[in-house]
C-alpha cells in the first residue's frame, strides 16, 4: 500500500488550496480514507474522513470550509480547502483503512506542508 500525497503550498489566509492522495492498488474502493494534520508541537489529529460509502465526517473547525471527496476510478482522495486561517498551518497526512485479516490496517502518506500567511 502506498499514500502519495500532494497539493500542499503557501496560501494567504482566505485563500484555497486542493490536497490530493494518490493511492496504489485495488483496494483503494474499499478502504476508508482520511486527512489529518500536525501543526508543530502538536498531536496529529483528524481532519476529514470518508468511507468506502462516501459517508463523510469534519472536525469542527473544517466543517463548511474542508470538503473531502473521493474518485475511486482514479484511486484518489481529494481534500478541498477554502476560506484558509493561519491555524490552518499543519503537515497534512493522508491516511487508509483497510480491512486486514486480523483487523483494520492504518496506511499514512508522507505528509504534505500546508502554510496559511500573509
Known amino acids: 500500500v502506498q499514500l502519495q500525497a500532494s497539493g500542499g503550498g503557501l496560501v494567504q489566509p482566505g485563500g484555497s488550496l486542493r490536497l490530493s492522495c494518490a493511492a496504489s492498488g485495488s483496494w483503494f474502493s474499499r478502504a476508508d480514507m482520511g486527512w489529518y494534520r500536525q501543526a508543530p508541537g502538536k498531536q496529529r489529529g483528524l481532519v476529514a474522513s470518508?468511507?468506502?460509502?462516501?459517508?463523510?465526517n469534519y472536525v469542527d473547525s473544517a466543517k463548511g470550509r474542508f470538503s473531502i471527496s473521493r474518485d475511486n476510478a482514479k484511486n484518489t482522495v481529494y481534500l478541498q480547502m477554502n476560506s484558509l486561517k493561519p491555524e490552518d498551518t499543519a503537515v497534512y497526512y493522508c491516511?487508509?483503512?483497510?480491512?486486514?485479516?486480523?483487523?483494520?490496517?492504518?496506511?499514512w502518506g508522507q505528509g504534505t506542508q500546508v502554510t496559511v500567511s500573509s
Open positions: 470518508i468511507t468506502s460509502g462516501s459517508n463523510t
Open positions: 491516511n487508509a483503512v483497510v480491512a486486514g485479516r486480523w483487523g483494520p490496517i492504518n496506511y
